[in-house]
């Protein structure tokens, strides 16, 4: 049986070498024109939609760049002051101990953290130039170690500046950073502010630069929210927006964080400089 099974097979495949479907696929391979097989040269590359590379929910500022920027503020209102350094020195940095002038009695406990903050530039309206406020700058985090029942030492975990004794305590307070999202639907709200100052006292800003406006959450005002800046300019002394009644866009920012009457800003587009008193309003823009 096995002598007569072999030359079965044996002839079988001598009769597909012969086949015209063996020998058209023989002549493919022999020509170098395999359709299944692409050269180099014939690959066109495709179109990928940037949507893909998109991380939804993309964070734009880390907390620490928060807490540098600031925020503006109208009043002051500290929890406490820095009242003794625990080595003598003239400023505090990360790892030396401080002393804050309250305690227990005051709610103070061990394991807390507090925000430490200097008052920065006075803040006037820039167009009746009354005053207004002034920036709050975040300088620095200690975490409460020790508790007596009127003051408490506690140890410096981060500092975004020079940490002096008189300088203003308030406690940790959570802050919400701006997300790209690109899901998150856009209202339709009619926000007009206007730029009261910017950091550092700076009287012109352009791109990357934060800036405080005199809106905040009980304008419906959200982190994230896109305003238009729209120029401003001197006429007979007294600022007006636009001029023969057509406004001229200088820019754009984007708000990283919101008070309950102000706001914190970042510049995101400047086509020419941005001052105080230039106007920003709403835009339906992610």
């Known amino acids: 049986m096995r002598p007569i099974v072999l030359l079965s097979l ?7 070498l012969s086949s015209p479907v063996f020998a058209r696929d023989q002549k493919t391979l022999d020509e170098g024109t395999s359709v299944q097989v692409p050269l180099a040269g014939e690959v066109k590359p495709e179109k ?3 949507e893909i590379f998109y991380e939804k929910g993309k ?14 503020a109208q009043y002051d209102h500290p929890f406490g002051y820095i009242k003794d350094f625990q080595e003598v020195k003239d400023a505090a940095a990360p790892g030396d101990v401080i002393f804050i002038d309250r305690g227990e009695k005051n709610g103070v406990k061990i394991g807390q953290r507090y925000y430490i903050y200097q008052r920065g530039v006075d803040v006037k309206d820039p167009y009746s130039d009354e005053e207004w406020g002034y920036i709050i700058n975040i300088i620095g985090l200690v975490e409460i170690s020790e508790v007596s029942k009127e003051a408490a030492s506690a140890k410096v975990v981060k500092a975004y500046g020079l940490i002096f004794k008189g300088d203003g305590v308030l406690p940790e307070f959570g802050l919400i950073g701006p997300k790209l999202d690109p899901d ?10 206007t730029i009261m100052a910017a950091h550092f006292g700076k009287g012109g800003v352009s791109g990357d630069d934060i800036v405080y406006l005199n809106v905040g959450r009980v304008n419906r005002v959200e982190e994230g929210d ?3 800046i729209t120029e401003v300019h001197k006429e007979d002394g007294e600022l007006k927006s ?10 754009k920012l984007r708000i990283i964080i919101v008070r309950e009457e102000t706001a914190t800003a970042i510049i995101t587009e400047s086509l020419s400089e941005i001052k105080v008193g230039d106007k920003a309003s709403f835009i339906q823009e992610r």
């Open 10 to 16: 044996g002839l079988g495949f001598c009769l597909f």
């Open 48 to 50: 990928i939609p940037r």
């Open 59 to 72: 964070r734009i500022l880390t907390e620490d760049m928060l807490l540098i920027a600031g925020y503006l």
């Open 184 to 193: 998150r639907p856009v209202e339709d709200k009619n926000i007009n502010a």
């Open 226 to 228: 896109m305003f238009k």
């Open 242 to 251: 636009g001029k023969f009644g057509i406004e001229k866009k200088i820019g």
